[in-house]
């Protein structure tokens, strides 16, 4: 059946929210752009981002920085890695996150993943025992969260400090708790294609007052680390300004004025973006070739993309697949492929973590797909996106017509 081609783009965000473009005007007009940059008496833009994050997600501390890979870098050595260190992490997400492990010397120890797109915990706890690992890097790679009530057990019992990697769950909750208040710190992007939109820049979250006075020097505070909006009292700075180095990863007050407006409207951004995905996976669904990951009742999920796995599809049916879908315009990408195209890649395309045999993964993501879904999609685009994939897994199966 000839459908209509789909024109929206997988990667047209919407603009920034005119409140915010003029609190960015402002800020340009004042000249005072680095955050540090304060009139007398003047709250910045980045200390008002900062008391307004932390009051939002329910932390006790939050630090803005540059990026979201950032974020999980300082977050990974205030909270203890030292160069050699095994750190554990999810064996499918993106690249920034093992780059992250990398980048303070750690030695990244991929975990396997379930059907459902998240952390093995059986695994997880036979990889903490033979590495003797200390830290836990969670990755919510594409929003899926694993049981976080049984992670939280385990992770005691395996004596593991973990760091949250919110980088797809800003917003999403476990049992109505924020994703990253489940461990010692939440590290969020807001670069373009996550949940709020600065071009780059990071949000760093915690409970611990000198983990976050750590993290507050080595994002680059000098000595300036009371001009915050939710860091830690003065009197906790006393050695630890003294035993850290400064990284230079602030964030700047440019970006936090973009930053402000669209954290006041997220919610409509969360409702919008779940509309469009339980949509689209309400279609799907009834699809016999296509299973889509279980959502367990506890988790509150952001569905700023979808994710559905054709079981057993071979290499050569799954480049047909998406090559049949590209060429009406719809861009699905592929896990399984061997070499990595643009945002995706896998952890055979890691090679300075070491090769690592994660044979559960690998079969996982050969039959994975996952789409982007821009809120400058409409209903009716997803309508039409559902129609083009139904059509395009028929023409594999032979089993389920649009
Ligand atoms: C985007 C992303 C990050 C961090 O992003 P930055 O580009 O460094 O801001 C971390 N984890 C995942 C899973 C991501 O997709």
């Given at each position: ?28 007009r ?46 990974l ?24 492990i ?17 952390i ?23 929003g899926?969260?694993c ?8 992770a ?11 980088a797809?769950?800003?917003?999403a ?22 949940h ?10 915690s409970?611990?007052?000198e983990?976050?006075a ?53 919610e ?96 996982i ?11 400058t ?11 083009h ?14």
């Amino acid at each position: 059946m000839a459908r209509t081609r789909f024109t929206g783009s997988f990667t047209q965000q919407p603009p920034i929210p005119e409140e915010g473009i003029a609190a960015a005007l402002a800020v340009m007009r004042s000249g005072r752009l680095h955050r540090y940059n304060v009139a007398a008496g003047e709250e910045s833009e980045t200390m008002a981002l900062e008391r307004e994050y932390a009051s939002w997600q329910g932390s006790r501390y939050c630090i803005a920085v540059a990026s979201g890979g950032q974020a999980m870098q300082i977050a990974l050595r205030a909270a203890g890695v030292l160069p050699r260190d095994a750190v554990l992490t999810n064996g499918f997400t993106l690249a920034p996150v093992p780059g992250a492990i990398a980048a303070v010397g750690g030695r990244p120890i991929l975990v396997e993943i379930t059907q459902d797109l998240v952390i093995d915990l059986d695994d997880l706890a036979v990889k903490a025992r033979q590495t003797g690992a200390r830290h836990l890097l969670l990755s919510h790679m594409r929003g899926h969260q694993c049981d976080m009530d049984r992670l939280v057990r385990l992770a005691a019992d395996l004596n593991l400090a973990v760091i949250e990697d919110c980088a797809h769950t800003m917003g999403a909750t476990w049992n109505g708790r924020r994703s990253g208040a489940f461990g010692v710190a939440g590290c969020f992007s807001t670069q373009t294609y996550k949940h709020l939109n600065s071009g780059e820049g990071g949000l760093l979250t915690s409970d611990d007052a000198e983990f976050i006075a750590r993290a507050t020097i080595l994002s680059g505070s000098y000595m300036l680390y009371e001009r915050h909006g939710a860091g830690a009292d003065k009197e906790t700075f006393v050695d630890i300004r003294l035993d850290n180095p400064n990284m230079s990863a602030r964030m700047d007050n440019l970006r936090a004025a973009l930053l402000r407006p669209q954290l006041r409207h997220i919610e409509n951004s969360i409702a919008a973006w779940n509309e469009r995905h339980d949509y689209l996976a309400l279609r799907l669904a009834v699809c016999p070739s296509i299973r889509m990951p279980t959502r367990p009742h506890a988790e509150r999920y952001v569905g700023s993309s979808i994710q559905f796995l054709v079981p057993g599809i071979a290499p050569s049916d799954a480049r047909g697949f998406i090559e049949r879908l590209a060429a009406v315009g719809v861009e699905l990408r592929w896990f399984g492929a061997a070499q990595p195209v643009g945002f995706t890649s896998d952890h055979r395309s890691w090679r300075y973590a070491g090769a690592q045999s994660l044979p559960r993964t690998d079969a996982i993501l050969s039959d994975l797909f996952d789409m982007r879904l821009p809120l400058t999609f409409s209903l009716e685009d997803c309508a039409l996106l559902a129609e083009h994939i139904l059509d395009s897994v028929s023409v594999l199966a032979s089993k389920c017509g649009a």
